[in-house]
């Protein structure tokens, strides 16, 4: 049974850093992962994902975090990252992470990140 678990969220005031984990089990954290966020009254936003390793690894960024934000993986905990740093009251959000295997694609339940002085 392939799982998905997010953590690192919390409590930061702007200006601050957080580093979300996306912990999985289950199935190789060596396939497309995706990071997401939904803030309260809209829809939800992709961030950021990694491809494949097979595939070369590359990241990609929305505009809205480019350069605050970086996307990595660890093989040996199979689990990915989202390095957040000068976060802003616009990223208060719950983020998600999605992995893409083949056809089948797989949800976490998210971590709340808040940015408040």
């Known amino acids: 049974q392939v799982q998905l678990k997010e953590s690192g969220g919390g409590l930061v005031q702007p200006g601050g850093s957080l580093r979300l984990s996306c912990a999985v089990s289950?199935?190789?954290?060596?396939?497309?992962v995706f990071w997401y966020r939904q803030a309260p009254g809209k829809e939800r936003e992709w961030v950021a994902d990694?491809?494949?390793?097979?595939?070369?690894?590359?990241?990609y960024y929305a505009d809205s975090v480019k350069g605050r934000f970086a996307i990595s993986r660890d093989n040996a905990k199979n689990t990915v990252y989202l390095q957040m740093d000068n976060l802003q009251s616009e990223d208060t959000a719950v983020y998600s992470c999605?992995?893409?295997?083949?056809?089948?694609?797989?949800w976490g339940q998210g971590t709340q990140v808040t940015v408040s002085s």
């Open positions: 289950g199935t190789s954290v060596n396939f497309k």
């Open positions: 999605r992995l893409a295997e083949r056809n089948f694609h797989y």
């Open positions: 990694i491809e494949s390793t097979t595939l070369g690894g590359q990241t």
